[in-house]
């Protein structure tokens, strides 16, 4: 699986993002996915998890309430829908495959990484 992130940008504190990330190759809908970002000098944290079927979404309590995750397996792409931005949301932001689990936060648990996209939100 390849995955290709984009959608991060500059944006004021509480403006919006969707950030998407594109994957190739038909074992997509297989996958739980992952959403993680790294802040300068900080290490790369969880964001949200979604399960295959995108019936199931977890949050870190940091971006819970503010930001969504979704998946369309037909168009091989899974989503983070941004809100309410704040300067420490400011990061380089990943998508991940989870080969084997769902909603984990451990990012050694998955298997595929696409490139950071960075989102600067300033305020």
């Known amino acids: 699986v390849q995955l290709q992130a984009s959608g991060g940008g500059l944006v004021q504190a509480g403006g919006s993002l969707r950030l998407s990330c594109a994957a190739s190759?038909?074992?997509?809908?297989?996958?739980?996915m992952g959403w993680f970002r790294q802040a300068p000098g900080k290490e790369r944290e969880f964001v949200a998890g979604?399960?295959?079927?995108?019936?199931?979404?977890n949050y870190a309590d940091s971006v819970k309430g503010r930001f969504t995750a979704s998946r369309d397996n037909a168009k091989g792409t899974v989503y983070l829908q941004m809100n309410s931005l704040k300067p420490e949301d400011t990061a380089d932001y990943y998508c991940?495959?989870?080969?084997w689990g769902w909603g984990r936060s451990d990012a050694r648990e998955y298997g595929y990484w696409g490139q950071g996209t960075q989102v600067t939100v300033s305020s």
């Open positions: 991940a495959a989870d080969l």
């Open positions: 190759g038909r074992t997509f809908s297989r996958y739980a």
């Open positions: 979604i399960s295959w079927s995108g019936d199931s979404t």
